[in-house]
T-cell receptor, first 110, second 115 residues
């Protein structure tokens, strides 16, 4: 089955700086890559996603890049704010089944 | 509109007891998923329902775990003879299903504690 690895496991950034989280996947057939944000005690919320026919997607301060050849994708958050502090999960999907990374705990220091 | 709902929000049970967790998907969503999230870890796929098709049970960790869904509505996840290692948050998600966006929308989860 699909195996998704996510790095780093924790990330501390100064407010206003950028944060980058990287994920790799094992199955080249994966074609959908969502990113979820989970605040403490809350449900995972989709923040951005990308499909295998696109190399990059941006939504305000958040961007995702995909390299199908290398089988890795990354989340970029610019101009970080305290409310960006949360656990972020990447995932890769073949058809309907999402395989999740282990998560990155992002802390934005004021 | 209403999102995915789950009940109960918290469940404390004794080892060996059975528990039943409930999920109400978003109206119109034909696909429904169950995941398990252990403390500080990612989400593990458990089971997938799509319409009236046979469910994908490939993620269920043991035969103590089972799930049902009637049509395209409510689903229940049952854990029999609970063990301490079953303690986790159980998350349900739903999506529109094949032919539409794959986006899965999650419920708030049920936190299960097995004493």
């Amino acid at each position: 089955g699909e195996n998704v690895e996510q790095h780093p496991s924790t990330l501390s950034v100064q407010e206003g700086d950028s944060a980058v989280i990287k994920c790799t996947y094992s199955d080249s057939a994966s074609n959908y890559f969502p990113w979820y944000k989970q605040e403490l005690g809350k449900r995972p919320q989709l923040i951005i996603d990308i499909r295998s026919n696109v190399g990059e997607k941006k939504d305000q301060r958040i961007a995702v890049t995909l390299n199908k050849t290398a089988k890795h994708f990354s989340l970029h958050i610019t101009e970080t704010q305290p409310e960006d502090s949360a656990v972020y999960f990447c995932a890769a999907s073949i058809h309907y089944k999402l395989s999740f990374g282990a998560g990155t705990t992002v802390t934005v220091r004021a | 509109g209403a999102g995915v709902s789950q009940s109960p929000s918290n469940k404390v049970t004794e080892k060996g007891k059975d528990v039943e967790l409930r999920c109400d998907p978003i109206s119109g969503h034909t696909a429904l998923y169950w995941y398990r999230q252990r403390l500080g870890q990612g989400l593990e796929f458990l089971i997938y329902f799509q319409g009236n098709s046979a469910p994908d049970k490939s993620g269920l960790p043991s035969d103590r775990f089972s799930a049902e869904r009637t049509g395209e509505s409510v689903s229940t996840l049952t854990i029999q003879r609970t063990q301490q290692e079953d303690s986790a948050v159980y998350l349900c998600a739903s999506s529109f299903g094949p032919g539409f966006t794959d986006t899965q929308y999650f419920g708030p989860g049920t936190r299960l504690t097995v004493l």
